[in-house]
């Protein structure tokens, strides 16, 4: 082979060399940007279903307060009537226990 071969061959493994080492280095940084968007997006995420979970927290919590606001109305009510049935009975009662005592 002649010299002005040779160095050819030489030039274009040194380039071929180059190019491979750009291709490899713009391969990282392409896999870089890629892990660094992914991480953003992921981040991203984490916060949006954090934001939702306290979003449907608080929904949950309002519901539970009007449902257990709704209980204790409905209660009251029945101690209410109960108490009415009690008082309207006492009267009863208290012959009925008055008479045994008497008896005895």
């Known amino acids: 082979m002649s010299l002005e ?5 030489n030039k274009a493994e040194n380039e071929n060399k180059a190019r491979k080492a750009a291709a490899e280095q713009e391969a990282k940084e392409l896999i870089a940007r890629a892990e660094k968007n992914g991480l953003a997006l992921l981040e991203q995420t984490r916060m949006q279903a954090a934001e939702e979970n306290k979003r449907l927290m608080h929904e949950a919590e309002d519901r ?13 009510k029945a101690c209410e009537a109960l108490t009415g049935q009690a008082a309207a009975r006492m009267s ?3 012959e009925r226990i008055v008479g045994k005592v008497v008896k005895q």
């Open 92 to 94: 009863a009662a208290v």
């Open 5 to 9: 071969a040779i160095e050819t061959v």
């Open 64 to 76: 539970a307060e009007k449902r257990c606001a709704a209980i204790r109305k409905d209660t009251a």
